[in-house]
Structure formats: structure tokens, C-alpha cells
């Protein structure tokens, strides 16, 4: 059964500084693989997709990387913002292309 | 730019009776999706649809949960007997290919049973 772990689970930054977010999953054979931003009481947003045979993508000040064979994923944030504070949800779409399971996140707050 | 709706935002009711949450889903799209969060929680797969048949549920999608795509643009979530435990948000998310399967996340039903 895929198992999807974020790492930390909570990060406090001061703005400006770069940061990297961690995914772990345990079975390999994956479709693909989005990051999603959730505010709070809110509704998911997608960030970026990473299809199985792609190692990275790019979106303005956010870099996805993805090692399928270590069952890795990094998200990476550039010159982090106060707007930027929120959750990040890192979630495997499996191999037959019906569904998709979500990590815990991990929460951003980037201050002032 | 096209997004999946949802109603109602927030919805009460009491044990035992049934609900009823909607979807719009984005036009074009032609697989659809039901997850929930519960406070805390992480999201959870419930089901997928796909061509007006589910194409893969979750063992937390039992005889009490079923969907529907009553007519061309609305795709229902149905919770025949409602529990304390299903008192969570449920979101709807829709696809558009095999191709890439990004799927796009509806602003979620909160679903409060009493």
C-alpha cells in the first residue's frame, strides 16, 4: 500500500531565504506526482506535476525534482515571501491514473 | 480560467439522515474524483469515475457513500446514512487526459454531522 511522508512537518523562515521541502513514497511504480498548496479552510491548489519519466519542473520561484527509483521528491522555494505561508501537499497519482494519495504537508510560515 | 465548483461551502445535518454534495466540474474534463479531509488529517481518496462508471474506491467508500453524474456538467457525492465520522471537508477534482491526469481541486464541501 502507498505510504506518502512529508518532511518537516511545520518550518518557520524569515523572508528571503530559500527552503526545500521533502517527499517521501514508498512504491515506485507512480504515474506522477503533484505539489499542492492548501491555505487554511480552503481548497487545494496545484503547484506542479511531474509526470513518472520527467526529474524536475519549474514554476517561477518554485523547483519540483522527482527520483522515482529512491521514491524522493523535493520542492524547492526561492526568495521565500510572507504570502508564501501555507500547506504544502505532496500527493502520487498511482499507475492506473485513478487516484491520488496525499502526504500530511508541511506547514510554511515565512515572516516579516 | 475554468474551475471546479462546489455546493453548498458548508453544510449541517443530523446523524442518520442523507446528504447530498455537488460538483461542477470543469467542462472539458472526463475524469472526476472525490476526496475528504478530515480536521487534521490528511486528504484521503475516496473514489474515481470515469466514462459514468467508478473506476476505483477506497475501503472508506462503503454501501453509505455512492456517485452519480445525474446530466452533463454535475457529479454528486451521496452519504445515505450519515455518521459523526463523516463529518469532514470533501472535495471534488476533475482531469482532463491520460496524458498528464493533473487533476484540479474543487474549494471543498465542509460537511458538519451532529
Known amino acids: 500500500k502507498q505510504e506518502v511522508t512529508q518532511i518537516p512537518a511545520a518550518l518557520s523562515v524569515p523572508e528571503g531565504e530559500n527552503l526545500v521541502l521533502n517527499c517521501s513514497f514508498t512504491?515506485?511504480?507512480?504515474?506522477?506526482l503533484q505539489w499542492f498548496r492548501q491555505d487554511p479552510g480552503k481548497g487545494l491548489t496545484s503547484l506542479l506535476l511531474?509526470?513518472?519519466?520527467?526529474r524536475e519542473q519549474t514554476s517561477g520561484r518554485l523547483n519540483a525534482s522527482l527520483d522515482k527509483s529512491s521514491g524522493r521528491s523535493t520542492l524547492y522555494i526561492a526568495a521565500s515571501q510572507p504570502g508564501d505561508s501555507a500547506t504544502y501537499l505532496c500527493a502520487v497519482l498511482n499507475q492506473a491514473g485513478t487516484a491520488l494519495i496525499f502526504g500530511k504537508g508541511t506547514t510554511l510560515s515565512v515572516s516579516s | 480560467e475554468p474551475e471546479v465548483t462546489q455546493t453548498p461551502s458548508h453544510q449541517v445535518t443530523q446523524m442518520g439522515q442523507e446528504v447530498i454534495l455537488r460538483c461542477v466540474p470543469i467542462?472539458?474534463?472526463?475524469?472526476f474524483y472525490w476526496y475528504r479531509q478530515i480536521l487534521g488529517q490528511k486528504v484521503e481518496f475516496l473514489v474515481s469515475?470515469?466514462?459514468?462508471?467508478?473506476?476505483?474506491k477506497s475501503e472508506i467508500f462503503d454501501d453509505q457513500f455512492s456517485v452519480e453524474r445525474p446530466d452533463g456538467s454535475n457529479f454528486t457525492l451521496k452519504i445515505r446514512s450519515t455518521k459523526l465520522e463523516d463529518s469532514a471537508m470533501y472535495f471534488c477534482?476533475?482531469?482532463?487526459?491520460?496524458?498528464?491526469?493533473?487533476?484540479?481541486f474543487g474549494p471543498g464541501t465542509r460537511l458538519t454531522v451532529t
Open positions: 511531474i509526470q513518472s519519466s520527467q
Open positions: 469515475f470515469y466514462n459514468n462508471e467508478i473506476s476505483e
Open positions: 467542462s472539458n474534463h472526463l475524469y
Open positions: 477534482a476533475s482531469s482532463d487526459s491520460r496524458g498528464r491526469y493533473e487533476q484540479y
Open positions: 512504491d515506485s511504480a507512480i504515474y506522477n
